[in-house]
């Protein structure tokens, strides 16, 4: 099937309260402008170079969702643009998000990134940390927390999975009850974005799925 097809047809599996981000790093403009004319919107990238990049080139009524880890020092080149960024996990990134979108004239919309999975990995806040950040975000004026996002553990054992999920989904209820601009729950990619539907995710972030396999 091709792109279009890919896009059309998941789309219309998906329930209108589950928005899709089409995810596609490392694949070329063509691909993007191919899930453009199917009506995508939405794209996600992890590289901020190769995100503004797209942006120069692509239509500019595309939303840009950074949903990969963010350097402090790189935040500047995507402040003109980015419509969402997925993977804040430090008060220090969120500071310089702050400034740099300050500069812009704009807000920016944030994501907190909690670390839900068991298995080893650098990124992600830890839970206990979260309302202490939330509460910081306050006096960022140009900063909009708009939810949580999470990556569950990759592993063939999808209780694990679901129970990852359950917990960023609980964690995401509790804020919503104190913020009610927190309205995003990313969470679920190709291989476990139904369980994260089931478990309450608003956003699914889909790359392989709809373009096809990476060659890195
Ligand atoms: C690459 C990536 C995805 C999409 O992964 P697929 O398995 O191709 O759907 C989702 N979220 C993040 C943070 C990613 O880096």
Not at 76 to 105: G, T
Request: proline share 4%; charged share 25%.
């Amino acid at each position: 099937m091709s792109i279009s097809e890919n896009i059309i047809e998941f789309k219309s599996t998906l329930s209108e309260s589950v928005s899709l981000i089409a995810v596609s790093k490392t694949k070329p403009q063509s691909d993007l402008l191919e899930a453009y004319q199917a009506g995508q919107r939405a794209f996600g990238e992890n590289k901020i170079k190769e995100m503004a990049e797209k942006w120069e080139k692509l239509p500019k009524d595309i939303d840009w969702h950074m949903i990969g880890h963010v350097q402090t020092n790189k935040v500047k080149y995507m402040a003109p643009f980015v419509h969402l960024i997925h993977a804040v996990d430090s008060l220090k990134l969120l500071k310089e998000i702050q400034k740099q979108a300050l500069k812009n004239n704009r807000t920016i919309g944030c994501l907190i990134q909690i670390r839900i999975a068991e298995e080893e990995t650098k990124f992600g806040l830890p839970p206990e940390e979260l309302p202490l950040l939330l509460l910081a975000a306050e006096d960022l004026p140009n900063v909009t927390i708009r939810g949580l996002m999470g990556m569950a553990s990759f592993t063939a054992n999808l209780n694990q999975v679901r129970k990852e999920f359950k917990h960023l989904a609980s964690l995401y209820k509790e804020t919503i009850k104190v913020y009610p601009k927190n309205t995003i729950l990313s969470m679920g990619m190709s291989g476990d974005y139904e369980i994260a539907i089931e478990e309450g995710a608003t956003m699914i972030r889909v790359g392989s799925k709809i373009f096809g396999e990476r060659n890195y």
